[in-house]
């Protein structure tokens, strides 16, 4: 087991952000043969009967060597195998919930995941609601939701992300993971990136709207990228080293968001334009992008963001507040009626709570002004999109919207809307009032 890993393993901690901390996540194996463990495990958890849920191709490359050596440690096996949509892709929608809920036995005790980041989806929402416990058995280094406890759905078109429960155990392979796509390493790389700008905009919330904050998670995010950047050569040859880097920062990654029950230390404006560009490409009927692929390739837009703000003075700042018109709620409506369509409903309801959320724009930006001199602060720590896109490049994944075949149109829609996915304050948000 990683002593990275091992030392977060069962954690109870009364932190200094004022909150309690507790990490449920009993055994995680990152090493070759890893996934040669999981039956012992199971045997010794005294789960007789499990479910194995995969799709077609993570059956084919470790599913059917899994449910093998399962059986032959007197394990009872149902197997899922979630059917790809229309488009010939398994997205993490209510069909795929659905036909979960049905291949589970009623008698099976426990649900194990044998994919990557869309299976873990599927699994870790009907595990919570079935009030199952579950493996996870990744077959790809590409995104650092494994350990995490939000389930990212596609309901009804719109992409939310729900409240589940985290993994009882973590098995990643290196051998496994070493074989996956280029391009989903790539991906798992991207995500990790991501929070160079995610950690940036919960920043910003903390400096300006009193957001709640935790140093403990922050740190660990940080050195979860970290700890991906300086073996950049290693993730770039697929060694295993590099893989049990990676996948050690992915997990980690997922521990800091566990830390504080939500995903605001890995997820900022960068997952939202993601979000959007993937409910658009679905109501367009386009094939999905991948997800790290998608925010590697807008956290370098982002931080094209935070580098302008890093050169705007505080004087300069000012007068801009000063002269712009905070759109209103009912300007908000009618944007967000006109770019979500169908999804409207669910987009405003996000943005505009019944506890009233949604605050006062003439009071953030005089706390804007008063503060300028922490978002640059905020902003300087942003690396530049030069050196991100070193970094992306390095690894071979895609650099622009132009690469991922994002045309020019969705990505400026993306830069006017993609806000509003969340409501959460990013740098998005904070560049429209220095803007309008």
Request: hydrophobic share 45%; net charge negative.
């Amino acid at each position: 087991m990683s002593d990275i890993l091992k030392k977060w393993l069962g954690r109870k901690i009364d932190c200094e952000c004022g909150q309690r901390h507790e990490i449920g996540i009993k055994h995680i194996s990152v090493e070759r043969g890893a996934m040669g463990l999981v039956a012992g495990y199971v045997r010794e958890a005294g789960y007789g009967e499990v479910t194995l849920v995969a799709d077609e191709k993570t059956y084919r490359a470790a599913g059917a060597d899994l449910r093998e050596k399962l059986e032959a440690a007197q394990v009872r096996v149902s197997i899922c195998v979630i059917r790809e949509n229309a488009m010939g892709e398994v997205a993490a929608d209510e069909e795929a919930v659905v036909q979960l809920m049905l291949d589970t036995p009623l008698t099976s005790e426990a649900l194990i995941a044998v994919g990557a980041g869309t299976l873990h989806d599927i699994v870790r929402f009907v595990s919570h609601r079935t009030k199952r416990p579950f493996l996870s058995v990744p077959t790809a280094p590409s995104v650092d939701g494994f350990a995490s406890v939000g389930a990212p759905l596609i309901v009804r078109g719109f992409k939310m992300t729900i409240p589940a429960i985290a993994p009882e155990a973590i098995f990643a392979d290196l051998a496994l993971l070493a074989d996956a796509p280029q391009a989903m390493i790539a991906a798992g790389f991207g995500d990790m990136l991501g929070k160079h700008t995610s950690l940036a905009d919960w920043s910003l919330g903390r400096v300006l709207l009193d957001e709640h904050y935790c140093g403990l998670s922050a740190q660990l995010t940080l050195e979860a990228v970290e700890l991906c950047t300086a073996h950049l050569d290693e993730i770039a040859a697929r060694t295993e080293l590099g893989m049990l880097k990676l996948m050690e920062g992915l997990l980690l990654s997922g521990l800091s968001m566990l830390l504080v029950g939500h995903s605001r230390p890995a997820s900022g404006a960068e997952h939202h334009l993601s979000h959007y560009w993937e409910m658009v490409l679905l109501q367009q009927r386009r094939r999905a992008l991948l997800h790290g692929a998608k925010v590697g390739v807008a956290t370098v837009m982002m931080a094209q963001r935070y580098a302008a703000l890093g050169g705007i003075t505080a004087d300069e700042a000012a007068a801009r507040l000063a002269h712009s018109q905070a759109p209103s709620r009912q300007t908000d409506e009618q944007r967000i009626r006109s770019a979500y369509g169908a999804m409207a409903e669910q987009v405003i309801a996000e943005n505009f709570p019944a506890d009233g959320g949604a605050g006062d724009a003439a009071a953030l930006k005089a706390r804007i002004a008063e503060k300028w001199g922490d978002v640059q602060r905020i902003a300087r720590a942003v690396p530049a999109p030069e050196q991100l896109s070193a970094w992306l490049g390095a690894v071979r994944g895609p650099l622009t919207p132009e690469q991922l075949g994002v045309e020019p149109e969705l990505v400026e829609a993306s830069l006017q809307d993609a806000l509003f996915v969340r409501n959460r304050f990013t740098v998005l948000r904070l560049w429209r009032l220095l803007t309008v």
